[in-house]
């Protein structure tokens, strides 16, 4: 039902993983399909036909003859085309591309806000900021920490404008009930990375303003 998932025996450690079927709609398998008999090859000949059978090891050139491969076939409902006029591929191929690599940023900074944080306490010996600000490098820690924590803010924020013109472009029905439950499992794990998104975006703004209410409060109590 899933075609991301596969029935299929691997015999090469380079082989896609193989994700085992999952139910859509209460089926594991689309029984509109139909086997056409007179198209029926093997693993070897397949892999021998597309010029990678050297990738294998001879051991198991029998066990791969052995495999019976088929054709399979139906008539293609698809999508509704009103649905599909203003889709993009390339600009959701963009968005996703974006926002994985900002992800990337956002492991780095965190790790370089967390460290800085650490050096702030130990070279100040504690967690006053007043103290802070008149122990060696610390304010210089606690500056390194806070424009990091900005930056955070500002790539989930990106990462959240980019979410949301994904989940635009996925306004895409099925005209059939398996396509509809598989465009339902893939918008499911797109909100769950949105929902990742926002909560990250909320906790960093949140973080953003109580620093800044303690800081001037330290600093009105100091002067």
């Given amino acids: 039902m899933n075609p991301n998932q596969k029935n299929w025996q691997n015999f090469h450690k ?7 079927c999952k139910k859509v709609n209460n089926y594991f398998y689309d029984f509109r399909y139909e086997k056409l008999e007179n198209f029926v090859t093997n693993q070897f000949d397949l892999y021998e036909n597309n010029g ?3 990738n294998y090891h001879s ?3 029998s066990e791969l003859a052995n495999v019976k491969l088929y054709l399979w076939g139906r008539n293609f409902i698809g999508l509704n085309i009103e649905d599909i006029k203003e889709f993009s591929l390339d600009d959701l ?3 996703e591309t974006v926002s994985n690599k900002h992800y990337s ?5 965190s790790l370089l806000a967390l460290i800085s944080l650490i050096g702030c306490f130990l070279e100040a010996h504690s967690y006053q900021f007043n103290r802070i600000f008149q122990r060696g490098k610390a304010p210089l820690y606690l500056m390194i920490t806070f424009v ?5 803010f500002v790539l989930n924020l990106i990462i959240f404008i980019y979410n949301l013109k994904i989940q635009n472009i996925l306004i895409v029905e099925g005209n059939d009930d398996y396509t509809k439950g598989n465009m339902r499992l893939f918008k499911r794990e797109i909100r769950t990375r949105f929902y990742f998104n926002l909560s990250s975006l909320i906790f960093v703004l949140i973080l953003i303003i109580l620093i800044i209410f303690i ?3 330290n600093i009105r109590e100091y002067n």
């Fill in 14 to 20: 380079l082989e896609y993983p193989v994700q085992r």
């Fill in 52 to 54: 990678i059978i050297h």
């Fill in 59 to 61: 051991d198991s050139f």
């Fill in 93 to 95: 191929i963009y968005y």
């Fill in 105 to 109: 940023f956002i492991w780095l900074i």
């Fill in 148 to 152: 990091c924590i900005i930056i955070l």
């Fill in 215 to 217: 800081i001037f409060k």
